[in-house]
């Protein structure tokens, strides 16, 4: 993608380039619309084209146990109980793409992440060093580390389908339209008429999923159970920069001044003092009673 | 009768030089490594280990070599740098050490409080380095918050490791010249002992005598 949409980068070291004006889009994921076909999944192997990943049965209509760095969409088949009865509650598992991204914070590789105007959070394998900060960054448990190639992969939302003007692979497969794209606006007005229609229904604590701890994201869901995102396998109050991570955007230029410090002041004292050769002892350092 | 005095003392054992150099080289290039990662306007230091990718590889590894140095370190040293009684009122005198007014300073034996001091912040920062390492060598193995945590103290432990290198190294060399060639070719000329560590020179001559 052009680099006049490059919004943010990852260990950047001045303002990214993004000076034109392109809307930013959202993919929303109503899971009460969901029949659980996994065609998303398929659309997503074959559109990246990341091949077949064998799996076995493990008690679960699930098709794998866990995203891989060749699986960037798995629906994860969450059995739980509500109100005393088994509900499947079907997540979409992929990056969400947040406006504040953890992975794009904690990344030290500069142009190793790079988040685009529309939105997209993508990365860049090529910049990538595999020290798996992102993996650790990510409030959501996306990004997946190749121990081969020694990188992070995660869903790109198809970027180079959306530059084209297409919708993602898995938006543009689902065949209960559970999966919806558009501009974020126009999806965030979808999200709550989504959710209108389900309280209406009886599901009284239905809500749109798009945290604020991340600024957002630009994958949304609409939960039928809105109270109780963990049982989606969804955090409930997510952060870009968790714990002490955050104290690192000032302990980094406390630390450049701290060793400029050290530096000018070694320099002073030799300018003020100078060295103190072994022919200061002629001068009687230290007093010649002392000396053996 | 009494022998010629040497003009040369013999300081450090060969393998003291190599361990010391072992861990004086690995730490340098911890540091380079380390800032090139910690500061995005460093980052083109990671040429001098193969770009980024192979910097994120070598960084722990060099850490190994450092670890296992920085141990042999402690075990070599250890009994020498133990502080005493004489330690502190040397320490009360470094203002007048640091203004090269030596006469005020009292007599240091073969290390004197602030290379001892030196000797154990820097083990304790190898502790810390290897403690915090692990879980950046390997961060999926720890949780985020736990990660966050050993990446800041890893950070400090840097600024401080890299503060007391820059002293370490100013002191050796220009500051006190003549100190270098110990830790180089063993042996410090006599002049240089006496006006650093006298006591350790009456030590060594009336061992000899």
Do not use: L
């Given at each position: 993608m052009a680099t006049l949409d490059v919004k943010r980068i990852s260990a950047g070291t001045t303002p990214a380039p993004a000076i034109r004006e392109v809307r930013d889009y959202a993919k929303l994921v109503d899971v009460s619309r969901c029949?659980?076909?996994?065609g998303c999944e398929v659309a997503c192997k074959e559109w990246n084209d990341l091949g077949v990943e064998p799996t076995a049965n493990f008690?679960?209509?699930?098709?794998?146990q866990d995203l891989s760095p060749r699986t960037w969409l798995l629906m994860r088949f969450n059995e739980v109980e509500v109100d005393g009865d088994l509900r499947w509650l079907i997540t979409k598992s992929a990056c969400l793409h947040c406006e504040e991204p953890g992975c794009l914070e904690a990344c030290p590789a500069p142009g190793a992440v790079v988040q685009y105007s529309n939105g997209i959070v993508d990365f860049n394998q090529d910049e990538c060093i595999g020290c798996q900060f992102c993996v650790t960054g990510c409030p959501f448990d996306i990004p997946r580390f190749d121990d081969v190639t020694r990188k992070v992969y995660k869903c790109n939302l198809c970027i180079d389908r959306v530059e084209a003007g297409l919708e993602p692979a898995c938006v543009k497969t689902c065949p209960t339209q559970a999966i919806t794209w558009g501009t974020k606006d126009v999806m965030e007005r979808l999200a709550d008429s989504k959710v209108a229609a389900l309280r209406e229904r009886g599901f009284e604590h239905a809500a749109v999923y798009d945290p604020e701890g991340v600024g957002g994201t630009h994958m949304m869901y609409v939960l039928p159970?809105?109270?109780?995102?963990q049982d989606y396998g969804l955090p409930e109050a997510p952060v870009a920069q968790a714990g002490a991570l955050s104290g690192f955007s000032w302990l980094r230029p406390a630390g450049a001044w701290l060793f400029g410090l050290g530096a000018v002041a070694t320099l002073l004292h030799y300018l003020t003092y100078g060295p103190l050769t072994p022919d200061a002892v002629d001068e009687g350092h230290p007093p010649p009673e002392e000396r053996p | 009768m009494r022998r010629e005095r040497r003009e040369i003392v013999p300081r450090f054992s060969a393998p003291q030089r190599v361990v010391h150099w072992t861990v004086g080289i690995s730490f340098s290039g911890l540091l380079l490594s380390g800032l090139a990662l910690a500061y995005p306007s460093l980052y083109w230091l990671t040429l001098l280990f193969g770009g980024g990718a192979a910097t994120r590889i070598l960084h722990p590894w060099i850490g190994v070599v450092y670890t296992v140095a920085i141990a042999a370190m402690a075990f070599m040293w250890a009994r020498d740098m133990t502080l005493d009684r004489r330690d502190r009122r040397w320490l009360e005198e470094v203002p007048a050490y640091a203004t090269h007014r030596?006469?005020?300073?009292p007599d240091a034996g073969k290390y004197n409080a602030g290379q001892k001091l030196y000797f154990w912040i820097s083990i304790v920062l190898g502790v810390i380095f290897l403690v915090t390492g692990l879980p950046l060598w390997?961060?999926?193995?720890?949780g985020p918050g736990l990660l966050g945590v050993m990446r800041l103290l890893h950070f400090l432990a840097t600024v401080a490791g890299g503060l007391l290198l820059m002293m370490h190294v100013y002191l050796s060399t220009i500051a006190f010249p003549g100190t270098a060639r110990g830790m180089v070719y063993g042996g410090v000329g006599r002049k240089w002992a006496l006006l650093h560590h006298p006591a350790w020179l009456r030590e060594q001559d009336r061992e000899r005598d």
């Open positions: 029949i659980g076909c996994k008690g679960s209509y699930q098709s794998h159970h809105g109270d109780r995102p | 030596t006469e005020k300073v390997f961060p999926e193995s720890f």
